[in-house]
Nanobody, 120 residues
Framework: QVQLVESGGGLVQAGGSLRLSCAASGRTFSSYAMGWFRQAPGKEREFVATINWSGDHTYYAEAVKGRFTISRDTAKNTVYLQMNSLKPEDTAVYYC?????????????WGQGTQVTVSS
């Protein structure tokens, strides 16, 4: 059974940092693109960042560019999201996703989500 398990969320003050992790099990995702989406209360799920299978290409939403960094450790089957200079508007449930080509809201593999709350 394929599983993506996120961790690292929590409560942080504006300007602070958090690092999210997404550990994959059940199969090897070394050939998959992986990434992060987020969903705030009352809003649609939105793209945050993605990284390709080899880790040498990344892409970010404009809202997080320059503050967030996505990376992956293929040996550990884990993808990370380093979040710096956090803002209250970053508050959301963050979801990890995996897909063979590129992640979208229709990607087949999702984690259960981890809550990130940024206080002002």
């Amino acid at each position: 059974q394929v599983q993506l398990v996120e961790s690292g969320g929590g409560l942080v003050q504006a300007g602070g940092s958090l690092r999210l992790s997404c550990a994959a099990s059940g199969r090897t995702f070394s050939s998959y693109a992986m990434g992060w989406f987020r969903q705030a209360p009352g809003k649609e799920r939105e793209f945050v960042a993605t990284i390709n299978w080899s880790g040498d290409h990344t892409y970010y939403a404009e809202a997080v560019k320059g503050r967030f960094t996505i990376s992956r450790d293929t040996a550990k089957n884990t993808v990370y999201l380093q979040m710096n200079s956090l803002k209250p508007e970053d508050t959301a449930v963050y979801y990890c996703a995996a897909d063979r080509v590129g992640i979208t809201t229709r990607s087949p593999y999702w984690g259960q989500g981890t809550q990130v709350t940024v206080s002002s």
